[in-house]
């Protein structure tokens, strides 16, 4: 018989016996894979302050126009900035004073950005903060936007980075993401509101309210069977995605394909003429694919590509 026993955060002892080899390689296995963070990572609940929810895309990268439905900005001497921000959350029933604090995004250099002196963050409320790479020697210390915002001299990267909070000693870590992954455009990233307090991608975006659930997943991105590029034959081609039951939609007008817009993939595209095509995958409860565009083009084409059909006038197409 094996058993394995721990020590949970009350101090409690907790045994588990097996009686054969298997289960309880099967249980070290998930605890070492838990360890590498492959598991939901959760703030420590002792902690008084945490990065309750952050955008590290401020922006739709897949689509500028029209203005986003989530269009959350400041100002800059009477200009908007879509930075990227940080929100704080005070867990305590007591207000925090917050001088002294940091932000960071490097862990050889905890006190990368300080919060000055006056600032403080009610019980239980929230606290915004731009990451908008103001660098002291050209903007000051501390920079404050046009709206009263505070603004840090580094911005969070799009790709995945340490991110952390440090207590006024300048060691005390009080709520890190070791290390979050890549992000997407106009979604959060952050701590589920529940009593799981699990981090991830946020199903809605709630600059100082209440977060979100997050998703289950991500959706994988479209695999195309033909590159974009030139091409003098008609083809078919053939679009997948490896998420199990993820659904695969796609346009030919430029528009942005989503979960109730554009034509469901079901058999190959006949692609015979110039085509732009736009394309995602969706799965209910996940965080859809990224939006991919292919652009395919017959040379035989191109001539006619600005020639009204009805007239023969050259014209800008729209």
Same mark, same amino acid.
């Given at each position: 018989m094996m058993v394995i026993s721990w020590f949970n955060r009350e101090g409690v002892m907790n045994m588990v016996h097996f009686s054969s080899k298997w289960p309880f390689l099967i249980?070290?296995?998930?605890? @070492? @894979?838990?360890? @590498?963070?492959?598991?939901?990572?959760? &703030?420590?609940?002792?902690?008084?302050?945490?990065?309750?929810?952050?955008?590290?895309?401020? +922006?739709? @990268?897949?689509?500028?126009?029209?203005?986003?439905?989530v269009n959350i900005y400041t100002e800059v001497d009477g200009e908007r900035e879509y930075a990227d921000w940080i929100e704080l959350k005070n867990r305590t029933t007591h207000t925090i004073d917050l001088g002294g604090w940091s932000?960071?995004?490097? &862990?050889?250099?905890?006190?990368?950005? +300080?919060? &000055?002196?006056?600032? +403080?963050?009610?019980?239980?409320?929230?606290?915004?903060?731009y990451a908008s790479n103001k660098d002291a020697d050209k903007y000051g210390y501390p920079f404050v936007d046009d709206l009263g915002h505070l603004h840090t001299n580094f911005e969070l990267s799009i790709n995945g980075e340490f991110l952390a909070l440090v207590r006024p000693d300048g060691h005390t870590i009080e709520h890190a993401y070791d290390t979050y992954p890549r992000q997407r455009g106009l979604v959060s990233y952050g701590i589920t509101a529940n009593a799981s307090q699990q981090t991830g991608y946020l199903v809605g975006v709630t600059p100082g309210m209440v977060n979100t659930d997050i998703y289950e997943g991500l959706v994988d991105e479209v695999h195309f069977s033909m590159p974009h590029g030139f091409y003098d034959q008609a083809f078919s081609l053939v679009l997948s995605c490896v998420t199990p039951d993820a659904e695969i939609r796609y346009t030919t007008d430029s528009s942005m394909p989503t979960q109730t817009h554009g034509a469901v993939f079901t058999y190959p595209i006949p692609i015979n003429a110039t085509t732009c095509l736009r394309v995602a995958a969706f799965k209910s409860g996940y965080l859809s694919s990224m939006i991919q565009t292919q652009t395919y083009l017959f040379l035989d084409n191109v001539p006619g590509q600005a020639t009204n059909p009805s007239n023969g006038n050259q014209v800008t197409p729209d």
């Open positions: 249980v070290i296995l998930c605890l @070492l @894979l838990s360890g @590498l963070g492959f598991g939901a990572e959760a &703030p420590d609940p002792g902690a008084i302050l945490v990065i309750h929810e952050f955008m590290a895309v401020n +922006s739709n @990268l897949t689509d500028v126009r029209p203005t986003p439905v932000l960071t995004d490097n &862990p050889n250099n905890l006190v990368k950005w +300080s919060f &000055p002196t006056g600032i +403080s963050i009610a019980a239980g409320d929230y606290l915004i903060v």
